[in-house]
């Protein structure tokens, strides 16, 4: 082969390999800024349990598999119910009213529920079957009294902030997997949350229990957890 030729057709095809070079590093070793994954365990309490002032039916039966779901995530954290008492979220609080109806509260259309997870009470207290070895910062939420919050992000009108996402992005968090009580309120707008703000997010539906005041309420968060982008997966999917 000619040299000129010889020399053309080696650069034509070494030309690709030198580009991609360029792009992907001088090493070409696969990157390794990829994020960490966080398992967000919401509200495992005494009053959302089979007995509590809140019951979630089957609610004490997802404690094993959250345990042993923990290992396989880089960071986890809880949440927690933490209300004053006389909560306006409360129908003890609304003489005349009932645990179930719905009123508007400050603008936000709030389920008055019975007293629950009130402070410093047996039933706010995190179930003592959870393993919490792994469970780094507990996040407290509902602590203003005018406001209800079902999200560990944010409270129900988006104003009050837990912290959670500040703290879950200082931990270089970018995929979460929220599990808990209960699907069709607190684990799913947890996980609304989290897919608005930016998060890759996972419902772990089979490690979540709903409280169904109408029958269809898991299977309608489910949908609509599916409409925001939110993977919604059983544990052996994982």
């Known amino acids: 082969m000619a040299d ?3 020399r ?6 070494l030309l690709p390999v030198v580009l991609l070079q360029a792009a992907c590093g001088d090493s070409m070793e696969p990157s390794t800024d990829a994020g960490k994954s966080a398992l967000i365990i919401v509200d495992m309490q005494y009053d959302f349990s089979p007995g509590g002032s809140l019951p979630t039916a089957g609610g ?3 404690v094993p598999l959250i345990n042993s779901l923990q290992d396989r995530f880089d960071l986890v954290v809880a949440t927690q119910d933490w209300h004053p008492q006389g909560h306006d979220s409360f129908a003890s609080s609304h003489p005349g009213r009932k645990s179930g109806e719905v009123i508007d509260l400050d603008g936000q259309q709030q389920v008055l529920w019975p007293d629950h997870a009130v402070q410093e009470t047996h039933g706010a207290e995190l179930v003592a079957e959870l393993d919490r070895q792994r469970i780094v910062r507990v996040f407290q939420k509902g602590t203003n009294p005018a406001v209800d919050s ?15 996402n500040d703290y879950l992005r200082s931990e270089g968090i970018t995929e979460v997997y929220v599990v808990g009580l209960a699907l069709d309120y607190c684990v799913k707008y947890t996980a609304l949350d989290a897919a608005r703000v930016g998060y890759s ?5 089979d490690a979540s229990r709903a ?6 309420d898991g299977d309608e968060a489910v949908t609509q957890l599916r409409a925001a982008g939110v993977r919604v997966l059983r ?3 994982l």
Do not use: M
């Not at 409280?211 to 269809?216: E, G, R, Y």
């Open 211 to 216: 409280v169904n005041l109408k029958p269809k």
């Open 8 to 13: 053309w057709w080696l650069t034509a095809a």
């Open 150 to 164: 079902y999200s560990g992000f944010y409270d129900n009108g988006q104003r009050g902030d837990t912290g959670l």
């Open 4 to 6: 000129p030729i010889r």
């Open 60 to 62: 004490d039966e997802i």
């Open 201 to 205: 997010t996972t419902v772990i539906v």
């Open 235 to 237: 544990s052996a999917q």
